[in-house]
Every structure is written in structure tokens, then in C-alpha cells.
């Protein structure tokens, strides 16, 4: 009998399929301990061997010495993804400061890409706080959001810009928001076995999309959200992406 594996997974709706394919999986099921956490502390619970196997930001992966990325599935888009998004009441070009998500390790970092690559500015960069995103966007400052709390800030926001949307704009590559992620190498067998569970969650989206409509505000249709716009496959072109937004991690430490 195998050690009980205890594995980190963001709680966001985006990671519906892995935790279906995850949670019916008989094999883990009866041998794995599932935490269900935001994305800075899936990185944490892994670096502070608290997680065996966590969805970690990319962002994160230039701090560890030392990381397995397990399997062929991921949390990515290929141009937008809806659910990371820069807020503001004023045009980027105008914002003097910008709030970042807490529960991020990798959007915050693209944040910093953004605005030195792409739109030439030099905002001062502060750290957001619980209910930062309804409470400190205001005048010249944005605001950085990730996850569900976007679902419903579109609306209250003259500005938004789809940070993956962005850099599919000017790199011409998808993006890598999470990967699957341990920090000792898991027997072929294991990580077989987890990649398979992941993949019969990513099987069954659309069905998974139809029986969990009812849990996102209206107005978003969660089957168009799990197929078009959260892309779940770690291709040769997201692995490109990934090495691109690395070697700029290493290069600038941010
Ligand atoms: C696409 C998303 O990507 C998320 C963004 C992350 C980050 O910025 O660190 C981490 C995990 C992903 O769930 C989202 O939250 O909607």
C-alpha cells in the first residue's frame, strides 16, 4: 500500500475537471489527502513539503532549487482566458500604481512583463490584501485579479485588459499559468496513474461543464470558459512559452 499523498489543488472553477478526473479516480480516492487552496499557497504547501504534489504557479518555479513538473496537463490559455485580468477606472498608460493579487505567483509577475515589455510604463507595484479588489482599485491605481472574483468585476471596471490575451498579442504564444508540481521525482508508476486521473477529469469536460453551470454567475457560460479559454494541455508550444517567461524571471528577479 502506498503513503498517503497529500496534494494541493487550486480551488478555483478552472481546475474542475482535475478534480473530478482526481477525486473519482478509485486509486486516489482511498490514498490521497486533497487540500483545496489558492494558488500562492498551493506554492507554499510544496515548498514547505506540507504538499507531495501541488497545481503551483509558474511564477514560483524560479524560486525552487529543486522541482518535478508531473504530467502533460496544466492551467494555460492560448490569447484570452477571461479569468486574469488588470483592472482600472484609468487607461494602463495612465495608472501610477498597481495592486496584485495575493493569491498569485504567476499573473503578479506577468503584471511586471507587461508593463516593461509591452505598454513601456514603470507603475509602482503594491500587494494587494483580502478584498483588495473591490476596495483599492481606485483613481490612478489598478489592480491585478485572478480566478472566480473576476467573474464578477468585468462590470464594475471602464478598463480591463486580459493579461494572457496580452501576451498572445506580443509574443504570439499561449501562457502557463500552473503546473503540476513535486519537489522529489514520483515513480513512473505514480505519476502515470496521476496523469491518467487527470486526464479522465479533461475527458469529460463538456459534461462536467453542463453539470456545474449552476455554480458560476450568470451571464458566464462554463462550457465556452473549460474549452476555449482555459487550455489544459501542456503542448510543445506552452513548454516554449513557460522557458520564455522563466528565462525572464532569472534575467529580472521579480
Ligand atoms: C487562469 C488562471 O490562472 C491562475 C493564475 C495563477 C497565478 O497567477 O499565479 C495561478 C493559477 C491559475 O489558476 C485563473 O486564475 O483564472
Known amino acids: 500500500m502506498m503513503k498517503k499523498l497529500n496534494i ?6 478552472n481546475t474542475l475537471p482535475f478534480r473530478i478526473g482526481i477525486e473519482t479516480s478509485t486509486k486516489f480516492q482511498r490514498n490521497a489527502h486533497i ?3 489558492n494558488p500562492a499557497t498551493c506554492a507554499k504547501k510544496v515548498l514547505n513539503d506540507e504538499a507531495d504534489i501541488g497545481l503551483i504557479p509558474v511564477g514560483v518555479l524560479s524560486q ?3 522541482y518535478h513538473i508531473i504530467g502533460n496537463y496544466c492551467i494555460g490559455a492560448k490569447g484570452r482566458v477571461d479569468t486574469v485580468k488588470l483592472y482600472g477606472k484609468v487607461p494602463v498608460e495612465e495608472m501610477t500604481s498597481i495592486v496584485l493579487d495575493y493569491q498569485s505567483g504567476t499573473s503578479v509577475k506577468l503584471i511586471k512583463y507587461l508593463t516593461e515589455n509591452y505598454w513601456h510604463i514603470a507603475p ?9 479588489e473591490l476596495r483599492d482599485i481606485e483613481g490612478t491605481r489598478g489592480g491585478v485579479v485572478i480566478g472566480d472574483r473576476t467573474f464578477d468585476l468585468d462590470k464594475q ?3 480591463k485588459y486580459d493579461l494572457s490575451e496580452v501576451w498572445w498579442q506580443h509574443t504570439g504564444l499561449p501562457f502557463v499559468f500552473a503546473v503540476w508540481v513535486s519537489k522529489t521525482p514520483l515513480s513512473r508508476d505514480l505519476e502515470n496513474l496521476f496523469n491518467h486521473a487527470l486526464e479522465q477529469g479533461i475527458d469529460r469536460i463538456n459534461q462536467i461543464a453542463d453539470e456545474f453551470q449552476h455554480i458560476v454567475p450568470a451571464g458566464i457560460d462554463l462550457d465556452i470558459y473549460l474549452t476555449n479559454r482555459i487550455d489544459y494541455k501542456l503542448d510543445s508550444d506552452k513548454r516554449k512559452a513557460m ?3 522563466l528565462d525572464y524571471l532569472k534575467s529580472v528577479p521579480v
Open 124 to 132: 509602482e507595484f503594491l500587494k494587494g490584501s483580502h478584498g483588495f
Open 8 to 13: 494541493s489543488i487550486v480551488s478555483y472553477t
Open 35 to 37: 487540500t483545496y487552496d
Open 243 to 245: 522557458g520564455l517567461f
Open 64 to 66: 525552487m532549487d529543486d
Open 157 to 159: 471596471f471602464p478598463f
